[in-house]
């Protein structure tokens, strides 16, 4: 079965700086990953996927992420983060045949002005 | 307009009672799903339905039963409610593959006394 862990559970940046929250899957092939944004008293909503090809992500809000197969990661990131990023971050894994996506426990992201 | 609705947004319950939570979308997917997000943030997938055919049905008190009158609707009825149900319960759907992109609901925040 396939598992998501998010190591940091709470991230403190101050405005401007580089983000990069972390993310390492566990699944015997090529998964589907994702990082999805959840605002305070919101659903989440769709940052960025991996599917195949080009490991270099894009996604909105100007974050990308990178799958690195040799270290089973995902990793999101952004040059320089706004105080209206802050919110709680969740990395996603998917599998061939399964209909229901593994969310991992999230990181918080908190921005200091 | 709102593409996935829950209702209602808050639910405060005593024990032992038994509640309802609705969701509907206008996006015109095939599949909808129930997710429910713990004190921690951690998000599990408890149904699945595409089509109106219940395909996920992960390990969840018998308590808890999905309904689904047709494909843009899925509500979620609990009975007997206990302490421990006590969550925010998300409703998404999605179109097409499995593992495409989620929209979710702003969820339903129950409390149960």
């Known amino acids: 079965a396939q598992s998501v862990t998010q190591p940091d559970i709470h991230i403190t940046v101050s405005e401007g700086a580089s983000l990069e929250l972390r993310c390492n899957y566990s699944y015997g092939a090529t998964p589907y990953l994702f990082w999805y944004v959840q605002s305070p008293g919101q659903g989440l909503q769709l940052l960025l996927k991996y599917f195949s090809g080009d490991t270099l992500v894009q996604g909105i809000k100007g974050f990308e992420a990178e799958f690195k197969r040799s270290q089973s990661s995902f990793n999101l990131r952004k040059p320089s983060v706004h105080w209206s990023d802050a919110a709680e971050y969740f990395c996603?894994?998917?599998?061939?045949?399964?209909?229901?996506?593994?969310f991992g426990s999230g990181t918080r992201l908190q921005v200091q002005p | 307009d709102t593409a996935v609705s829950q209702t209602p947004k808050y639910l405060v319950t005593q024990m032992g009672n038994d509640k309802s939570i609705k969701c509907e979308q206008n996006?015109?997917?095939?599949?909808m799903y129930w997710y429910k997000q713990d004190s921690k943030k951690f998000l599990k997938i408890m149904f699945s339905y595409n089509n109106k055919e219940l395909i996920i049905n992960e390990t969840v008190p018998n308590r808890f039963s999905p309904k689904s009158p047709d494909k843009a609707h899925l509500n979620l009825h609990i009975n007997s409610l206990e302490l421990g149900d006590s969550a925010v319960y998300f409703c998404a759907s999605s179109q097409g593959r499995p593992n495409e992109k989620l929209f979710f609901g702003s969820g339903t925040q129950l409390s149960v006394l």
């Open positions: 996006l015109g997917h095939d599949t």
């Open positions: 996603a894994v998917g599998a061939t045949g399964r209909r229901a996506l593994t």
